[in-house]
């Protein structure tokens, strides 16, 4: 099942070299998603039924996301990040693609930190200075490129909508020294099966986390 044609079928490419641009179009895009809220719960309630957006969808190492949008012709996804660990939100990363967020419930305080050993490969906490520090709040929303390093320490309650562009570079980094150890990472989906920092979603999981949505009054 795919969701009817609608204004998001009309977004633009996000593979395009100016990031400002790329900032434009995903703000205008994750505002006006933020504001419909039954597109919104209608892009929820159909991920069971899309196995694109089902196998996309992650119980990770910082949080729980449903991918609730698949562009790849315009090479975009758009996500809800919910469910953050606390515990592990103390490891500086970067991203594999250039993202936009913004904040529907909760908040975090956001560190952007600048690296000291050039822009590109592996870092250690050593090779980081704090660059930016920022308080980001219900409505709050930013851009990052690829090859920015950044924490966000997340309230318990915190949910984002999150849109990615397409992939820039084959890995993404974080401060290894840094990780949890493995006994604070996501629970296997199946029992016997070892951890791992990213799973797929199960169904149960995804229902419980519609649930959380409802619950927060995010969608219906």
């Not at 209608?42 to 729980?64: F, I, K, Q, Y």
């Not at 016997?192 to 149960?204: F, H, I, K, L, N």
């Amino acid at each position: 099942m795919r969701t009817a044609t609608t204004w998001l079928s009309r977004v633009p490419s996000l593979d395009i070299p100016d990031l400002r641009e790329v900032q434009r179009i995903s703000r205008r895009l994750l505002d006006k998603l933020a504001d419909e809220r039954d597109l919104l719960s209608r892009l929820v309630s159909e991920v069971p039924h899309d196995p694109e957006r089902l196998a996309a969808s992650r119980v990770t190492l910082l949080l729980n996301r449903l991918s609730i949008y698949q562009a790849s012709d315009r090479s975009f996804e758009v996500r809800l990040n919910m469910n953050p660990r606390p515990d592990n939100q103390l490891v500086p990363h970067d991203h594999c693609y250039a993202f936009a967020t913004r904040i529907l419930a909760g908040g975090y305080v956001h560190v952007v930190r600048r690296r000291t050993d050039g822009w590109d490969g592996p870092f250690t906490g050593a090779d980081l200075e704090p660059a930016i520090v920022t308080v980001e709040r219900p409505g709050s929303a930013y851009t990052l490129d690829h090859t920015m390093v950044h924490q966000a320490l997340m309230e318990p309650d915190t949910v984002t909508l999150f849109v990615r562009g397409p992939r820039r570079k084959t890995l993404s980094h974080a401060a290894e020294e840094l990780m949890p150890p493995k006994d604070a990472w996501p629970a296997p989906a199946e029992s016997g099966d070892q951890a791992v920092e990213s799973r797929p979603a199960t169904v149960e999981e995804y229902s419980r986390m519609r649930t959380y949505l409802i619950q927060r009054g995010l969608i219906s």
